[in-house]
């Protein structure tokens, strides 16, 4: 271990307490059975009850887990056809235009692109008729738009870091290219598939600000929910509900953590 | 050409094809139409702007929305404090995001995994829930106040809340793993014997520093401020849970604008011009990321 | 059959560099063929486009009468052995070793045979059901080889075949190569920026440069009969001097040259004119060096002084400094030890060598 200078050990107490001190104390508030959310009223989980008994949160949460779930898996689909074509064709006509949409979602405001994608719908909608409704369907779509855009990275960069001869190898060996990509390609990503899945289900879960520019009247994600909620102050029965998240994903990290830990210690 | 190998080509176009219509249809021609509807009057109609062409098909744009949002001060203020509101978080994160990724650079390979994975753990954790957090912190009753007053630090609560300062601790907190991240990337490939050689040649601590690791660093920190800077210029959701009603920002004039006026074409011009404010430093980040990827490669 | 394998006129460009410029070449079945040269030479181009995966831009490839210039890779009776060696580390060996025959729709039962044939020709038995990554790298090299060997090729290509290895194993394992090839009598063509391994190995060497072949031969003319100067400074060292022609006889030459002082003769090969500047090349083992002015007729002889001397065992190198000022390298067996123990710095000595010993350079 190299000594740390205590200028960078206090940096690195600092910036962590930031990062997680204020959701500690959320989860403790959450135990709290005072209705007002700061002042502590001793222990209780009744607000967890209460949770389970909104039926506009769990409408949305159900919402949004369909939407995170369409959306993750069209994204991963077409994100790994992007990362291969950028990463594996050479050059192709319209390539530079292609990369350059390919990255841009990522780093475009998110105001930006919910209010453009909503004048596409409607535009689209006084065109076609399609769509009729706006929800589920636009939600989806506008999220695997921008998803798509984090998995095509992963997958390219999983592909530049990976020997192309080995899908040479197998060509040479008789494969023919569509089932190198399955015999070779796929299983050698896979991981980072995986990985851009995750990473576009939490994206898709966490929107806010596109969701509410595309969906229509009837149809919240649970983080509309819960902003229209938050805007009034504190509440603890969203205290519960951010509990539940906080908790759930960090086992589920340490859990990937410990697994991963387990997989790539030699054998 | 054999028939074969024209198979083989058959399935590379669809693979190109299919993200790349999706790119087009979802990504690209939306801008079209901000640009088209940012150039129409609004009207009380549904939807609410006035076709590009009269009825006899004259072109029929207007730069209404533009010259309204150029002359009225409300407007050029707004840009001006979200430039420097994203600045100043940027800087602000900068401040904090550099020693503790060179900490995490320089710690030893199982602890450094750990506080890599404790920086991107709140990824995970909802965005919105996380500024939530801070709610229940800054308020008049939160446990900051209850905290200074226990101590008897103050004796009436601060106001943190809806100030400019609850905005910029919101923004420094939510966007400070961007920043670490990259910087992190770029302070765990450099050589510390660097440093030690430059020590070695007789530069004290400081010099080493500022003439060895912070040149190294520096597509670390331009990719960390920027990634950092962009999406704070649009933010809407802290600027509108912790910042006071007269804290605009460029992000929730929009959604206002928008929502609440249902001013659309002035919504799509203040897209455009925040759009056009943006394009550098989005071109400066893809050009440093896209280097970054070949270097990895 | 000379011509099994039959490169016509080929080049590759891309953009604006041409990596392989109008390379003719042929090969024999059965021969272990070198292509020899150092980094960006064009020598992994060519082998690229002998396995598939480049198109040239002009020229043709007939491999055992078929024209497979745009035959893909997967058409082609070519495999190839890469120089990472591409194991698909998702596969153990077995499964590995079987892809192509997998690929080519072999009942599982012959499969199982074959697989189990390869295996033991490179001594892998026991390895049959083990991931990539619990092997070791001469393991690796042996299942790439036996994965591409499963097919029966027509040619095997390799890609620098042992440059993953450390300089132990190589030298064990060109020996293991070479009685596979001969076992087996598939045509091998070998890609290599190393010139001793090229040397063992090989029946014939191309040595390549700048996308062209600047000689193709034995190792044995190769190196005792250099064509020119990238190859005789490209395979060992060399001892060059500038000189002008002045006889031109039936087998040779006669020139003179300044930095010797001398004239000297050598073997030509080449078309000669008298007057024409040429450089005259004699290997550092090939000359003598000793105290006494050589009595041997008809042998070239310089004075010169030692300017540097180096002890390597078997051998001892001397650095002779001409009057001229031209420094010549001159290698010696230690067996003659009683003559040049008594060398010492700047002792005066006599260098010389027997004409035929000489070869001329002309670019």
């Known amino acids: 271990m190299k000594r740390q200078s205590r200028f960078i050990l206090s940096a690195l107490a600092f910036g962590y307490a930031f990062l997680y001190v204020p959701l500690i104390l959320v989860v403790v508030y959450s135990f709290n059975d005072s209705r007002i959310a700061t002042v502590w009223g001793g222990f209780s989980t009744r607000w967890y009850g209460e949770l389970l008994q909104n039926d506009s949160i769990l409408d949305a949460a159900f919402l949004s887990l369909q939407v995170a779930i369409t959306s993750a898996t069209a994204a991963t689909l077409l994100g790994t056809m992007a990362g291969l074509a950028l990463a594996r064709f050479g050059r192709f006509r319209g390539r530079t235009l292609f990369s350059g949409m390919i990255s841009s979602p990522m780093v475009m405001p998110e105001v930006i692109t919910g209010l453009s994608l909503l004048l596409l719908f409607v535009t689209l909608q006084q065109l076609t008729g399609w769509p009729g409704q706006r929800g589920f369907s636009t939600i989806a779509i506008a999220h695997t738009t921008f998803s798509m855009a984090y998995v095509a990275v992963i997958v390219q960069s999983r592909l530049m870091a990976m020997d192309e001869s080995l899908e040479e190898a197998a060509m040479d060996l008789g494969g023919r290219p569509l089932r190198v990509v399955f015999d070779i390609t796929l299983p050698l990503i896979a991981p980072a598939m995986i990985a851009g899945w995750l990473l576009s289900f939490t994206l898709s879960l966490d929107d806010l600000v596109i969701a509410s520019f595309v969906s229509g009247p009837g149809s919240s994600t649970l983080p509309m929910v819960i902003f229209s909620k938050v805007k009034l102050g504190v509440s603890p029965d969203i205290n519960a509900l951010a509990t539940i998240i906080i908790v759930t994903v960090s086992l589920g990290v340490a859990i990937a953590w410990v697994v991963g830990r387990r997989a790539t210690r030699p054998s | 050409m054999t028939a074969n190998a024209k198979n083989d080509e058959t399935w590379r176009r669809v693979a190109v094809a299919v993200p790349y219509l999706w790119l087009f249809v979802f990504f690209l021609a939306p801008f079209a139409i901000v640009f088209k509807i940012s150039l129409a009057d609004p009207v009380i109609a549904q939807p609410p702007f006035t076709a590009s062409f009269d009825e006899q098909g004259n072109l029929a744009a207007s730069a209404d929305s533009f010259r309204f949002l150029l002359t009225d001060k409300l407007y050029v203020i707004t840009y001006l404090r979200s430039v420097l509101m994203a600045g100043g978080a940027t800087i602000l994160c900068l401040a904090l995001g550099f020693p503790m990724a060179y900490g995490i650079a320089r710690s030893n390979p199982a602890t450094r995994n750990l506080l890599l994975l404790l920086i991107v753990l709140p990824f995970w954790i909802s965005f919105l829930l996380r500024v939530y957090a801070w709610m229940g912190l800054m308020n008049n009753h939160g446990v900051i106040n209850n905290f200074l007053m226990w101590l008897g630090a103050i004796d009436k609560p601060i106001q943190f809340m809806y100030t400019d300062f609850a905005v910029f601790v919101g923004l420094a907190y939510s966007y400070l793993p961007f920043m670490i991240l990259p910087l992190y990337a770029s302070l765990e490939r450099m050589d510390l014997s660097l440093v030690e050689a430059a020590q070695d040649l007789g530069a004290t601590r400081t010099r080493a520093f500022w003439d060895v690791t912070w040149p190294l660093a520096r597509a670390g920190v331009i990719a960390g401020c920027l990634l950092v800077f962009i999406p704070a210029m649009g933010e809407y959701v802290i600027p509108y849970l912790l910042g006071g009603p007269e804290s605009l920002l460029i992000g929730r004039v929009l959604f206002d604008e928008f929502f609440v006026n249902r001013d659309w074409p002035l919504a799509s011009a203040v897209a455009i011009i925040l759009l056009l404010l943006l394009v550098v430093p989005i071109v400066v980040l893809q050009r440093y990321q896209a280097r970054d990827q070949e270097s990895a490669a | ?363």
């Open chain 3, 1 to 363: 059959m000379k011509d099994f394998i039959h490169i016509k006129g080929i080049s590759k460009l891309f953009g604006d560099f041409v990596a392989v410029d109008n390379v003719d070449l042929e090969i024999a079945r059965g021969e272990l063929f070198s292509i020899l040269g150092g980094s960006g030479c064009g020598k992994t181009t060519l082998l690229r486009m002998l396995a598939g995966f480049e198109v040239p831009s002009s020229g043709t490839i007939e491999i055992d009468g078929t024209d497979v210039t745009h035959q893909a890779p997967y058409d082609r009776p070519v495999n190839m052995m890469f120089q990472s060696y591409a194991i698909f580390p998702h596969m153990d060996v077995a499964k590995n070793i079987a892809y192509g025959l997998r690929k080519e729709g072999v009942a599982k039962q012959e499969i199982d045979k074959r697989v189990g044939e390869m295996l033991e020709l490179v001594q892998l038995v026991d390895f049959r059901n083990r991931k990539p990554e619990q092997l070791s790298g001469g393991q690796r090299q042996r299942v790439a080889l036996a994965r591409a060997l499963i097919k029966q090729p027509k040619v095997l290509l390799l890609d620098e075949p042992l440059a993953a290895l450390d300089k132990k194993l190589r030298e064990q394992t060109q020996f293991e190569l070479m009685n596979i090839q001969d076992e087996l009598g598939i045509t091998f063509v070998v890609v290599t920026h190393d010139q001793e391994e090229a040397m063992t190995l090989s029946s014939r060497i191309a040595v390549m440069n700048e996308g062209r072949f600047k000689q193709v031969g034995t190792p044995k003319e190769i190196y005792e009969f250099p064509h020119n100067r990238f190859v005789a400074d490209f395979i060992g060292t060399i001892n060059t001097f500038e000189a002008v022609v002045t006889v031109v006889n039936e087998d040779g030459i006669e020139a003179y040259s300044d930095e010797a002082g001398e004239t000297l003769s050598a073997l030509g090969r080449q078309l000669i004119e008298v007057g024409q500047n040429i450089e005259v090349a004699v290997r550092p083992e090939k000359i003598f060096i000793s105290k006494e002015k050589p009595e041997e007729a008809g042998d070239v002889c310089i004075e010169g002084v030692v300017d540097d001397l180096g002890y390597l065992g078997n051998r001892s190198l001397y650095r002779v400094r001409l009057n001229s000022g031209k420094m010549v390298q001159v290698s010696s067996q230690n067996r003659r030890r009683s003559i040049t123990r008594f060398l010492e710095w700047e002792d005066k000595v006599w260098i010389s060598w027997r004409p035929r010993s000489a070869v001329v350079l002309l670019d």
